[in-house]
C-alpha cells in the first residue's frame, strides 16, 4: 500500500537530540519514563529499539535503518476542560432524500462516559465550533436533549467549563438522514496553551456502522485509547532501510514521511493530509483523511 501526498516535512532541519544505535540481531528497549527532548532523535543500526513507556517530548523521531516499535497501553480515563469530537466520514448512502448521502454529518448527542456512567455537560458548557448555527448548531449536540441535532459543520469543540473525568464516549443518532450518521472519526482533549488550546488524539474509529434507528445510541460505548504515541508536531521519517512498527495503539499519523515500512501490529492510524510518506505500510486498519 503506497501513501503519497504533496507536503513534504524533512526531520534534517531540526538538531540532533540524540542518535541511538542497535546493532543487527538485538533489540534495546529504553527505561519507561524517558523523555526525548530538544530535537530529532535518530535511529541507527538493524537492530530494534523498543520506545515503550518512553515520550518523544518536543522532539521528532528518524528511523536510518533497523526497527522502531511504539507500542499502546490499552485504556485509560482523562481529566480535561476542553474535547473535540471530528467526524471524518458519514456512513454510505444514496444521495437525496431520505438518506441524503454526500451531504454533511449529523448528531443529536455527543456524550462522556466514566465507569460506565453518563457524564453530563454542565450548564457552563460551551460549543466553540462545529456546525451552523440556529436550530441545529453545535450546542445542540452537548444540551442533553435527543430531539435535537448538530448538523453539518466542522468539528464539534467544547469547552467544559472546567476539567471532567471521563474514560469513553458515545454518540446519537439524529432525527433523519442515516447517512449523515458519523462512521469514522477522531477525539481528542485540550490543553490551553495560552490564547489556543493544543490537542491530544484519545481515541479514533476508522469504520463504524450506526444503527440505522433514529434517536438511538452508536450502540456501544467507545473506550479511550493511548494514541499520538507519534509525535504530532515533530516530523518522523523512515528511511528506507527503517521500519516503524505500531503496536495496540489508534494513532493519527501527521508529520510523517520517508519511504521505509510502517508495520502494524494491532493498530488503526489515520493518515492525515499533511503525511507525505512513500513507503509501504502492512496489517492493521488504515484510512486516509481528506
Known amino acids: 500500500m503506497k501513501i503519497l501526498t504533496t507536503v ?19 533489540t534495546r528497549t529504553v527505561d519507561p519514563g524517558r523523555r526525548f527532548t530538544g530535537g530529532v532523535l535518530v535511529k541507527t543500526g538493524a537492530g530494534e529499539l523498543d520506545l515503550t513507556g518512553a515520550e518523544l517530548a518536543n522532539a521528532g523521531l528518524e528511523i536510518r535503518e533497523g526497527s522502531v516499535r511504539l507500542r499502546g ?3 485509560f480515563s482523562v481529566t480535561t476542560r476542553f474535547v473535540r469530537f471530528d467526524v471524518h466520514r458519514t456512513r454510505p448512502g444514496k444521495k437525496g432524500p431520505p ?11 455527543f456524550r462522556l462516559y466514566n465507569g460506565g456512567k453518563l457524564v453530563p455537560f454542565p450548564k457552563e458548557a460551551k460549543a466553540i465550533e462545529g456546525a451552523v ?9 452537548i444540551d442533553g436533549d435527543v430531539k435535537t441535532k448538530s448538523y453539518n459543520g466542522g468539528p464539534l469543540v ?16 439524529a432525527n433523519d438522514a442515516i447517512a449523515r450518521d458519523p462512521a469514522g472519526w477522531s477525539v481528542s482533549v485540550g490543553t490551553a496553551d495560552g490564547s489556543r488550546v493544543k490537542w491530544r488524539t484519545v481515541g479514533t474509529v476508522a469504520d463504524f456502522t450506526a444503527p ?7 450502540g456501544r460505548l467507545f473506550p479511550l485509547s493511548l494514541c499520538d504515541i507519534v509525535p504530532a508536531d515533530y516530523p518522523v521519517t523512515v528511511c528506507g532501510k527503517g521500519r516503524l512498527v505500531l503496536s495496540n495503539v489508534n494513532e493519527m499519523l501527521e508529520y510523517v514521511d520517508g519511504n521505509g515500512l510502517i508495520e502494524l501490529d494491532g493498530a488503526t492510524v489515520t493518515f492525515a493530509p499533511c503525511a507525505a510518506f512513500a513507503g509501504s505500510v502492512c496489517g492493521g486498519n488504515v484510512t486516509y483523511r481528506k
Open 212 to 218: 440505522k434507528a433514529r434517536f438511538a445510541e452508536a
Open 133 to 141: 448555527g440556529g436550530a441545529e448548531g453545535p450546542d445542540k449536540g
Open 8 to 26: 513534504l516535512v524533512a526531520a534534517a532541519c531540526l538538531a540532533h537530540a540524540e542518535t541511538i544505535d542497535v546493532p543487527t540481531g538485538q
Open 158 to 173: 467544547v469547552d467544559i467549563g472546567r476539567e471532567v473525568t471521563f474514560d469513553a464516549y458515545s454518540f446519537v443518532t
Open 99 to 109: 438518506e441524503f448521502a454526500d451531504s454533511g454529518a449529523q448528531f443529536s448527542e
Open 73 to 75: 497501553g490499552g485504556a
